[in-house]
């Protein structure tokens, strides 16, 4: 009787997981796949155009480039040359279009000179090569409401009108920008700072967000990596780093706080990953602000056994030897959350970045190495709320 019930106890949980690994792997997707653009060498960024009909991507091997490709037939249209085998670097927000998809503009660090090219979409012809000085840091770029060009150097915002190449600096101290779709705000951050600053059309401050910890007992240094204005203008989301101390390691986990525009009061502030070692690559926010893509480490698998067992080991050399053991970190992944409620609604392994069209319709994730590079463009199906 008893040998009986063991065995019916270890049938029941063979089921279960046997049913939790399929649910796992063939549970519906809201994502359906569309096209795969492959490229050389290794995709730092991707942008969509305004209208969601390109996506422009800064490539890093040899040398420094922009690919576009059409949506959603996957076909190169362009391909951008900007620095040809010399070392140079491209950072945050380094590519933008103009509000009417004409134009592209390419941020990049030259032997540590910052220039953005200026790209005419259509034909592929560079109209402008603008040189803003010295400095160790890539631009970020991004197209004012207004027309005008919004670079970040040497930490401070300048504007720049591309027809005439003319530069103005302002006293606004940021590495990124972003602007509210009527052009009312200007919300100035850096992956150095716990707060995103909101500014007035003219340069005047408005109101300072601060990042706050999910949970008040965790030691919190929030570094700001993406803050988006939400396309009808009512919600400001940002997602951020938030930091933990082990020993003299740190684990990092993805969060994301949004907050109502027309009094700047907090909705929401939750984590969406568990703290785990530093991880790259980009994530973002559709603009209707209901989903966002982050990159994070895979647990599962061989992946997840292998960064539990690099955790033990550099808390380990931490106690004995006061310095972490230098091990590799497992792959990443991409997963994609409904903000309204925190849900995971779907994920990719082996991914590292991720960009939504503007429309919220399709989502391009970024897979490879320093080599070689896909995008894979996938199509949103399912229900946001």
């Known amino acids: 009787m008893r040998r009986e019930k063991t065995l019916i106890f270890v049938a029941v949980v063979f089921f279960v997981v046997v049913f939790f690994v399929a ?13 795969t653009f492959r490229t050389r060498g290794h995709i730092t960024q991707v942008a969509f155009s305004p209208k969601g009909d390109i996506l422009a991507a800064t490539v890093v091997g040899p040398g420094i480039r922009a690919d576009l490709w059409q949506v959603p037939s996957g076909q190169l249209a362009q391909s951008f040359a900007l620095v040809t085998f ?6 945050f927000n380094s590519l933008a279009f103009s509000s009417d998809g004409r134009l592209l503009a390419v941020g990049y660090e030259e032997r540590g000179v910052n220039k953005i090219c200026v790209f005419n979409v259509a034909d592929g012809r ?11 840091v890539p631009p970020s770029v991004a197209f004012a409401p207004d027309g005008r060009l919004a670079v970040t150097h040497n930490g401070r915002l300048w504007f720049v009108r591309v027809e005439s190449g003319e530069k103005i600096q ?8 972003t602007f509210s779709p009527n052009g009312l705000f200007i919300a100035a951050y850096s992956d150095l700072q716990d707060f995103v600053a909101i500014f007035d059309a003219k340069g005047q401050p408005v109101r300072r967000l ?12 929030g570094l700001v990596v ?4 939400s396309q009808d203008g009512q919600k400001f989301v940002c997602l951020w780093n938030d930091w933990k101390q082990v020993g003299r390691d740190f684990q990092m986990r993805r969060c994301v706080s949004v907050w109502r525009t027309k009094d700047w009061k907090l909705e929401r502030s939750v984590p969406l990953t568990p703290f785990q070692t530093f991880t790259d690559g980009y994530g973002d926010i559709s603009l209707d602000g209901s989903l966002v893509a982050v990159p994070k480490i895979s647990l599962t698998g061989w992946d997840g056994l292998w960064w539990r067992l ?3 080991f550099n808390t380990l050399s931490t106690r004995l030897f006061r310095s972490p053991i230098a091990l590799p970190d497992p792959p990443l992944k991409v997963s994609v959350y409904r903000l309204e409620d925190g849900q995971l609604i779907a994920e990719w392994e082996g991914a590292y970045g991720a960009a939504f069209s503007p429309d919220g319709r399709y989502l391009a994730v970024s897979h490879g190495n320093e080599f070689w590079s896909v995008i894979v463009l996938r199509e949103f199906r399912g229900i946001r709320k």
């Open 86 to 91: 010399a070392p140079g670097g491209i950072g």
């Open 23 to 35: 649910f796992r792997l063939f549970r519906p997707s809201p994502f359906v796949l569309r096209a």
């Open 170 to 177: 302002t006293e606004i101290q940021a590495a990124q920008v």
């Open 126 to 136: 560079r109209l402008k090569t603008i040189v803003m000085g010295k400095s160790s």
């Open 310 to 312: 690099r955790r033990f």
């Open 210 to 221: 601060e990042i706050k910890a999910a949970k008040a007992s965790s030691r919190t240094n």
């Open 226 to 229: 993406k803050a988006t204005f």
